[in-house]
């Protein structure tokens, strides 16, 4: 258990110094896919802890990724905060808010808990409209600023970004397989497969959620923030129902219960639209088929990925066999 | 009148809200599955509606082939992915959630396949009966001939799936493959059939609703998403374990709506439909008509 | 080795990459989802006329579904994959924003021309250098029609639905300007809006007894009150904002065509229905022949003229273009290029307003906008305090055949 | 006129559940498969009844091979499973599972007949018509499985541990209610049973198999009574 | 004589308007195991069930002399009061340790933030090595790192009642713990409730008649929800009632 620990972190380590090094070789709109592929991985992550290891289905954890974006924003804006104090403070606020969904969200179950989060996630973004100071639909900018001046001239600021992102979403999975793998994760999985079990085991099943949702909430918090931090702007259709959506999918191509796979699921989502262009590309046609291609391609790949491989890619097993 | 006027305002949307909730109720009751793909296989259906009505210049011929449609086109969907899927997943957090994004996934496949052959302009079409608000002396009330209509659909699709369900043999094999495939089996369910049966049922009732929404929606490729959302909605205010209970919070919804946006604020369109949600849930947790669950040891 | 000329990013000996993002797919696509092709029509009729300096001029088009994630993800991909010359044509307020600020146009030179939307605060050259917006600015929209209605329905009872967002807010800022007050006014949220919100908008209007009413929303908000105010037999003077007074649209959101006679409307272009106007006859030309005759409405009317004006802003860049000379060619000469809009551009080298005006006009039974009294009159005002001043119509002629030649 | 299992050979994965099995059930027959946990008798039943594929062998019932055949259709041809475990469908009320039984059968009047049959024979059930049998105790469902099947008037019924968390007054019954079925319609029973002494006491035949594999068959009483079997597999 | 471990007084249970249990009174002493028969729906479980605050009840419980509240699910352990179902109940995806490691939860020290930054070693190991005791103490160390929906039934039973054990509780409630047992399995079930009996008491619901008669000290007997009879092992088998309610002629037999 000790040596696994350590080897973890170690590994982690290795992945953040090679991602670094990748950082500078590869070509700038890979950087920028890298600081996108930073932010799924964290998005997925939420999922994976509630979903794959709670039992708790959200369709709204793009809801929470607003909190967290204009939480961000607004300590950034008004406190002039450091990035990391506002990173973290996006995780504090959508984890106590997340907190009283999931005392509400305990209560519920599966479809009736996958219909208030999917509500929760057309109606809360569009609050943002309601005051005044959330900047409306035109939003509020988020801008972190250029990269430090000792990182040389030729740093760009997708760099920039995806250092930060990359560096946030390596701290944050480490810290989430470390949850994930405690006892924590462990009484998630007994309360997700057999809760009178769980119950009779000493697991109070009602705080055990809301613990759950909590943290995962936070998570989404910080993929927030990451992601308003790309898009330098925080506005409320930066969190449509598609984001959410995305998310849920990316979290059930990497198999839901495994957050190595979380990789390989948010890689397929930045990946697809790009191979969908492509492939629409090759073929052409009229307007409104080109138009309508990607999303095409899209939809096709996701479908029969999930039917393929409705628990995940093997790889994602190996991966996690290793790690326990 | 302004209290009768908000009211009539709500039954007329709640309606709608309705039909949709009872094909995704209808879905769910038969085979355990929140068929997102729903939106997509009505508005498939209300395209091939719109065809025959932009040939015929004939809603109540339209009707009819959009509702058969729309059951081939349900039918479809379980026999080419849904059955396959659910031979691959059998158990765990993934078999829970593989049916969303697959039937997420078919949303998106139905609508991009819609656009290609229609394109994403809007198309519209007139609504068989008057939209003009019935008129008593000089006032016109916000409930039309054609809101009646689509309420009266409402109730028949209602009344006649529940008798289905309640009280016929077909209706009872569906609730026991929906609930436990194989010991339906060893009873005797012919559970393909009796599943395929089920996704035919909600994608007819999921054309009627397209076809009826449209006119007062204008038809694109997207048009339904928002009604797809509401529908759920309102089936899960209901209970999704009953098709009154879709009927009803389906009108809960809608009525709801109607006086936050009347009585609050306008533009408070999104959150209302989650708050609205949320009341009846911390009420009721398993919606207005649902069941408790059964014992656990 | 042959000697090979420098090129800017984008332009090749024979051509020049111009991109786009707009939605094609989701709610936000119907009509904007003609715009690339309008374009592309234009294009290629200028490339069978000799292109741009000879070069021919190709759109890549890229899907943003209205969202500023994909907007900012496929704006990366036309700089830094397809490398294109500029931007063009790019649609939204929000995405503009996110697409300025997060791919950094400003700093990379990166010009972003005409884009498609009302927000004023794009004109700030120093906070947007490379983006150029060419709409009026909606405070400007609203300004004028404030100004309107007080010299022609003072005293009546006045109602406004608009879209409870930074649209709707620019729209009441530019109504205060104005000294315009409403005895009713109705927000919605954008993409909220449905049959029964329409009946709950009109009865709010009814029970103020509002006899004038301004719509500022996009088309289907437009199209849901007026369609609810015929089903409650609610008659007033309606006044449509441009966002959503298109009446393709508005028919085929199921408008009846009564309700839509005798509303009024603002609009910077003469009526895509004005096959007097040569502009439209020019462009409702190339349209049959290059776009396979799509309906010939506003959106396509506004990328006729957007491409118009790019070929003109290219040619004005030189034989060799560059992105600086082409923003400097904007800012010295827009002014004088040639376009559909009675309104000159407004470029500087310390501005970066485009249009400015806004003629008033009335829905006839067959759908098309008309100038009151049969004749364009210009009003201009700009997004500050400044008055609302009425000018006498003037654009420049369009040059033979639609082509540029300047 | 029986059931005939030749060869029958059925895998897990890597694991041979059941493995060159061959043996013979007679008409009227009642005969009881013994063997400890994991011999296979599960696995055995649900390759008879359809719910598993075999990968060799050949079964025929009637003369008829009754394998890659839907569960739903062998029904059809009467023969009926009673699996181990949750064989009802919690969801539904008692009423509602015992009419499963009788949906598809064409003789509606004799479903009625049967229906009261077995709410004489458990008139527990009948006590708990519209309870929704997810609040039924072990042993109830239990009874409420064999009833549903029973109201099918099965010719072949294969019955996985109806013991299973029964009281020793109801097994007692249950047995006696077979040995009579067995009389009254001719019904072919295959029994499956831990219990082996209990079991064997009935069957007219015992078969008894172990990791998957025939060990022996043969009338029950002489089984009981072989000395050598008692210790191995017999338990008592 | 000190006051028993555990005692029930007046329990009743309603579901609408049927009387799962009524004044029902049970009383349990150290060391001591007790027997629950009945047929079936008696209200076995459903005595289990409203210990285990499952469903709610009426009636006084006693903990060592002690009144207490009816407990809710998740405080049986830290009552010292451990159980089975009547299914298996355990995890499927988990392991064997996993599952054993989640009974001993109540040991488990340390915060959320420890086991975020990876510190909660020391808890683990401790976790850990109780389940690794619990698992000798059913034989069953060796499959420690299987999956449980891969083992054999008897086997999962087993990892169920070291599931229970790991807690180290005083009362220990076995639902049916031979339930679809071979004879070789009974048997070891047998004989490790004896042994386990010297740690711990314990009430037991079963219906093999053997195992029952051959563990217990006393047997209550429940018939619709009543105490139809209770004493020895020997008593009860030669009540008439018992007989007649329960056993049938084929006790003798058994
Ligand atoms: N679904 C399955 N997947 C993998 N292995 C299985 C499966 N079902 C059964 N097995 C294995 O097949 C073998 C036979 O199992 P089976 O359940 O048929 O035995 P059984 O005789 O019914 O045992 P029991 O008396 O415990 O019910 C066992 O080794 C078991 O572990
Ligand atoms: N939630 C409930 N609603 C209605 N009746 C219930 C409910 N739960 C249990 N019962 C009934 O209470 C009675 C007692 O059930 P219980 O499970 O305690 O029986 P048991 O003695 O454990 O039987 P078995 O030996 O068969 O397991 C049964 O008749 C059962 O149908
Ligand atoms: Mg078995
Ligand atoms: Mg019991």
Redesign the pocket.
């Known amino acids: 258990m000790h040596k696994s620990r350590s080897i973890r972190l170690l590994v982690f380590i290795v992945i953040a110094l090679a991602a670094f090094f990748l950082s500078n070789v590869v070509d700038e709109l890979r950087v920028f896919q890298g600081a996108s592929l930073s932010v799924y991985i964290v998005a997925i992550a939420s999922i994976v802890l509630l979903t794959g290891y709670s039992g708790q289905i959200s369709l709204g954890h793009g809801a929470l990724m607003a909190i967290g974006g204009y939480s961000a924003v607004l300590a950034h804006n008004h406190w002039k905060v450091s990035i990391p104090i506002s990173f973290a403070i996006a995780i504090v606020s959508t984890a106590f808010f997340g907190s009283i969904l999931g005392w509400a969200a305990a209560r519920l179950k599966g479809p009736y808990l996958a219909g208030t989060t999917l509500a929760l996630a057309v109606g809360l973004p569009s609050l943002a409209n309601q005051f005044s100071v959330l900047g409306g639909e035109q939003g509020l900018a988020f801008d972190v600023g250029a990269p430090p001046k000792s990182l040389g001239s030729d740093f760009t600021q997708y760099k920039w970004y995806f250092w930060i992102c990359a560096l946030a979403a390596l701290i944050i999975v480490w810290i989430t397989q470390n949850i994930l793998t405690s006892r924590y994760g462990r009484q998630w999985r007994a309360m997700r497969s057999a809760p009178i079990s769980a119950s009779l085991s000493g697991i109070h099943i009602g705080r055990s959620k809301v613990l759950a949702f909590t943290i995962s909430s936070g998570i989404a918090g910080l993929a927030g923030a990451m992601l308003v931090m790309t898009l330098n702007l925080v506005t409320p259709s930066a969190f449509p129902l598609s984001l959410s959506f995305a998310i849920v999918t990316g979290a059930v191509l990497a198999g839901v219960t495994n957050l190595g796979g979380g990789v390989i699921g948010a890689l397929v989502l930045v990946a697809i639209p790009d191979i969908a262009d492509l492939l629409a590309g090759k073929m052409g046609g009229a307007e409104k088929i080109s138009a309508n291609l990607p999303g095409f391609i899209t939809s096709l790949i996701l479908i029969v990925t999930v039917l393929l491989l409705p628990n995940g890619p093997k790889l994602s097993k190996l991966v996690s066999h290793k790690t326990k | 009148m302004r209290l009768f006027s908000t009211l009539l305002i709500g039954l007329s949307s709640g309606a709608i809200y309705s039909l949709m909730a009872l094909a995704l109720v209808l879905v769910w009751r038969s085979t355990r599955v929140v068929n997102f793909a729903q939106a997509g296989q009505a508005i498939a259906s209300t395209y091939i509606g719109y065809l025959v009505i932009s040939r015929t210049d004939n809603y109540w011929l339209a009707l009819p082939v959009a509702l058969v449609a729309g059951a081939l086109i349900g039918a479809l969907v379980d026999v080419a992915l849904i059955r396959t899927l659910n031979k691959r997943v059998k158990s765990g957090p993934a078999a829970e959630m593989a049916p969303v994004i697959v039937t997420l996934g078919l949303l998106g496949l139905i609508r991009s396949t819609v656009g290609m052959i229609w394109g994403g302009d809007l198309k519209a079409y007139k609504a068989p009966v008057t939209n003009h608000g019935f008129t008593f002396g000089t006032t016109t009330i916000p409930f039309s001939p054609y809101n009646l209509l689509i309420v009266i659909t409402a109730v028949i699709v209602m009344a006649v799936f529940s008798i289905i369900f309640q009280k016929t043999n077909l209706g009872l094999s569906l609730r026991a493959a929906a609930f436990q495939p194989e010991i339906a089996r060893l009873a005797g369910v012919r559970v393909d059939l009796v599943r395929t049966i089920g996704w035919a049922f909600a994608g007819g009732a999921g054309a009627v609703a397209g076809v009826l929404v449209t006119p007062s929606n204008s038809l694109s490729p997207n048009s339904l998403d928002l009604l797809l959302v509401l529908g759920f909605v309102g089936a899960v205010i209901g209970g999704l374990e009953s098709l009154l209970g879709a009927a009803i919070g389906g009108v809960v919804l809608g009525i709801g709506l109607a006086f936050i946006l009347e009585y609050v604020s306008t533009s408070l369109a999104f959150p209302s439909a989650f708050i609205v949600l949320i009341l009846v849930l911390l009420i009721k947790p398993s919606g207005i008509l649902g069941k408790k669950g059964g014992r656990g040891a | 080795q042959a000697f090979s000329p420098h090129y800017e990013v984008g332009v090749s000996a024979s051509t020049i990459k111009l991109g786009i993002t707009i939605p094609l797919t989701g709610s936000a696509a119907p009509g904007y989802n003609k715009v690339p092709a309008a374009m592309s029509a234009y294009f290629n009729y200028v490339n069978d006329n000799g292109g741009v300096n000879g070069r021919k001029i190709s759109l890549v088009v890229k899907d943003d579904a209205y969202l500023p994630t994909l907007a900012v993800a496929k704006t990366n991909d036309l700089v830094l994959k397809d490398k294109v010359f500029a931007v063009v044509g790019a649609l939204g307020t929000a995405n503009n924003k996110a697409v300025a600020s997060s791919v950094n146009l400003g700093r990379r030179g990166i010009p972003s021309l005409f884009i498609n939307t009302g927000y004023s605060g794009f004109a700030d050259k120093a906070k947007y250098p490379t983006t150029y917006p060419l709409l009026p600015s909606y405070i400007v929209e609203a300004k004028i029609m404030g100004q309107y209605i007080k010299d022609n329905y003072a005293g009546k009872k006045l109602g406004l639905i608009y879209q409870d967002d930074d649209f709707g807010s620019d729209a009441q800022a530019g109504f205060k300007a104005a000294g315009v007050k409403f005895d009713v006014s109705v927000p919605y949220a954008s993409g909220s809006q449905s049959a029964a919100s329409g009946a709950a908008w009109v009865g709010k209007l009814k029970a103020a007894g509002a006899e004038v009413v301004v719509v500022f929303g996009v088309s289907s908000a437009t199209g849901v009150a007026l369609a609810a105010s015929a089903a409650l037999s609610y008659k007033a003077q309606w006044i449509l904002g441009s966002v959503g007074g298109d009446a393709t649209t508005l028919k085929a959101l199921g408008v009846p065509a009564a309700i839509l006679t005798g509303a009024q409307g603002a609009s910077f272009l003469p009526s895509p229905g004005d096959a007097t106007d040569e502009y439209i006859k020019q462009f409702q030309d190339i349209n049959t022949k290059y776009n396979a005759g799509a309906v010939f409405d506003n959106n396509v009317l506004i990328a006729m003229n957007t491409a118009m004006l790019t070929v003109q802003a290219l040619r004005a860049a030189g034989s060799n273009p560059t992105r600086a000379g082409l923003m400097a060619a904007l800012e010295s000469k827009g002014g004088s290029f040639a376009s559909a809009s009675f309104s000159p551009i407004l470029y500087s080298s310390s501005s970066h307003v485009g249009y400015t005006g806004y003629w008033i006009g009335k829905y006839n039974s067959s759908g098309v906008m008309l100038p009151d009294g049969g004749k364009y009159t210009l009003y201009t005002t700009d997004s500050g305090a400044g008055a609302v001043n009425t000018v006498a119509s003037k654009r420049p002629a369009m040059p033979a055949k639609g082509l540029p030649n300047n | 006129m029986s059931l005939i299992i030749e060869n029958l050979t059925v895998r897990?994965?890597a694991?041979t559940?059941?493995d060159s099995l061959s043996f013979r059930v007679n008409e009227r027959e009642l005969a009881a498969v013994i063997?400890?946990?994991?011999?296979?008798?599960?696995?055995?039943?649900?390759t008879l009844s359809g719910l598993n594929e075999p990968i060799g062998g050949s079964v025929t019932w009637h003369g008829e091979s009754i394998l890659h055949t839907k569960p739903e259709d062998l029904v059809r041809r009467g023969i009926l499973h009673v699996s181990?475990g949750k064989t009802v469908i919690p969801e539904l009320s008692v009423k509602e599972n015992l009419a499963l039984g009788g949906l598809w059968r064409k003789d509606k009047k004799d479903v009625v007949v049967a229906t009261d049959e077995v709410i004489d024979l458990f008139p527990r059930l009948g006590e708990r018509l519209t309870q929704s049998a997810d609040t039924l105790s072990g042993g109830e469902r239990q009874m409420l499985a064999i009833g549903r099947a029973l109201i099918s008037r099965p010719k072949l019924l294969l019955l996985?541990?109806p013991s299973l968390g029964l009281a020793p007054l109801i097994i007692d019954q249950i047995f006696q209610t077979l040995d009579s079925l067995r009389h009254k319609l001719g019904l072919t029973v295959v029994l499956?049973e831990?219990n082996a002494m209990s079991a064997l006491g009935i069957a007219d035949t015992g078969i008894i198999?172990n990791l998957?594999k025939l060990v022996t068959v043969g009338k029950s009483n002489d089984l009981k009574s072989d000395p050598n079997l008692r210790a191995a597999y017999l338990g008592y | 004589m000190s006051a028993p471990l555990l005692s029930i007084n007046g329990l009743g249970v309603h579901f609408g308007g049927l009387a799962a249990l009524s004044d029902v009174d049970i009383e349990l002493n150290k060391n001591e195991v007790v027997g629950l028969i009945g047929p079936n729906g008696a209200g076995k479980t459903t005595l289990f069930n409203a210990l285990s605050g499952l469903v709610s009840c009426e009636g006084n419980l006693e903990l060592e002399g002690k009144s207490h509240e009816w407990p809710q699910p998740n405080e049986l352990v830290d009552l010292g009061i451990s159980r089975t179902l009547q299914g298996v109940g355990l995890f499927p995806d988990m392991t064997v340790l996993e599952n054993v490691m989640i009974g001993a939860t109540k040991f488990a020290t340390g915060g959320l933030i420890r086991s975020a930054l990876g510190l909660d070693i020391r808890t683990e190991k401790v976790l850990r090595s109780l389940a690794m005791d619990a698992l000798a103490k059913v034989s069953c160390t060796g499959i420690a790192d299987r999956k449980v929906d891969?083992?054999?039934?008897?086997t999962t039973k087993r990892i169920a009642i070291a599931r229970a054990l790991v807690s180290d509780p005083k009362i220990l409630l076995l639902d049916e713990p031979a339930g679809?047992l071979?004879a070789e399995d009974i048997e070891w079930m047998n004989s490790f409730i004896d042994v386990i009996s010297n740690r711990c008491s314990i009430l037991l619901v079963e219906h093999h008649m053997d195992v029952v008669m051959s563990v217990c000290d006393r047997i209550y007997v429940l018939n619709f929800g009543k105490l139809i009879a209770s004493g020895t092992p020997e008593h009860v088998r030669n009540n008439p009632d018992v007989i007649e309610a329960y056993l049938g002629s084929s006790a003798g037999k058994q």
């Open positions: 897990h994965g694991i559940a059941i063997g400890a946990n994991g011999a296979g008798k599960t696995t055995l039943l649900r181990d996985d541990e499956v831990q198999i998957g | 891969s083992l054999p039934y008897p679809g071979g």
